[in-house]
């Protein structure tokens, strides 16, 4: 199952030989700007969380209010039929929203695949009916660190719960995926890590820097600067794939590289949206706090926000490299002051 040939080619065309003018015409040839279509949402319903995570901007915004059930019904009606995967995952985690079982049966009612991002503390095996493709959060195998990284987790209950749900997905014939954030402190772990999740034959491990999150120009955005700086200079990014090139594992691999510009090669906006528990079309998964709002469904159609002047201009920004605000700044786990700035 192992890809590695895959593995090595990502590494030498995302990392060792990156190249963001060439990327950027690829980039440009799949995505239209005439006639853009979207296929995936992702769908937050909640802002509330019962971890504290220290790349998290939620303490910034008010936790307090969530989807209803009906709002969501609206939302969910409105989406136009290209539509065919929701990502059903934000800030918070959406399995603690009171009527989260009855969304997924919602979902799954209009055939949508459901790709569900959890940190598994609070989801139950019935999920599994429902969800296609589940992604775990989890960024290391060594307690302290995953204390360090993720506040108020149990490690004990998640492994537990781990176990748990891979007999679940094997019986259902689901995959079960691995999402791993990586910095300096779980970076060092990396070998055992991936020792770890093969025993469990974990189908998926994903790998993507920490990235910075918080409001550009914040004092909470320069102050998560020096860790973005530490992870820079401390993780060996070419690591991350020779260690899994000189194993045999058995889970697939997928890493997502740091990169300088994330401006001009972001699919927010052209087949993803984001869509807020108020509601709200906004930016993209990264910027959620202080964002770029483009309109309301719970006030217009989608296609009156999607193919609006201002949704236009924004991706427009993207392809020729016009000024677009935080975007700009925008970055895949690189410190601003290691990028020139143009």
Known sequence: MANKEEVLKNLNRWYINFNYKRE?????????????????????????????????????????????????????????????????????????????????????????????????????????????ILYISLDDVDPSSLKKLRGNINPSLTFEKLFLFREETKKRNKPLNISISLSYINYKHLKEIYDFLDKFNIDLVQIQPITNNFPYNSKEFWTFEKFIEKNFEKVDWKRVAEIYLENDYNFNLLIWYPRKYMKGLCVWGFDHVYINKDGDIISCCRKVVRTIKFGNLLEKSFEEIFYSTKYNAFRKAHLEGKKLGFCDYCTQGWPLKYVKKS
């Open 24 to 132: 950027l015409e690829n980039f440009r040839k799949r995505h239209s700007l005439d006639n853009p279509i979207v296929k995936r949402v992702q769908l937050e319903v909640t802002q509330k969380c019962n971890f504290n995570c220290l790349m998290c901007p939620r303490n910034l915004v008010d936790t307090s209010r969530d989807m209803s059930f009906e709002e969501f019904k609206i939302i969910v009606n409105k989406l136009p039929q290209s539509v065919e995967t929701i990502i059903f995952h934000g800030l918070g985690e959406n399995a603690l929203h009171p009527n989260f079982y009855d969304m997924l049966f919602y979902l799954k009612e209009k055939d949508y695949i459901i790709e569900h991002f959890s940190n598994l503390s609070v989801l139950k095996k019935d999920a599994l009916d429902f969800i296609d």
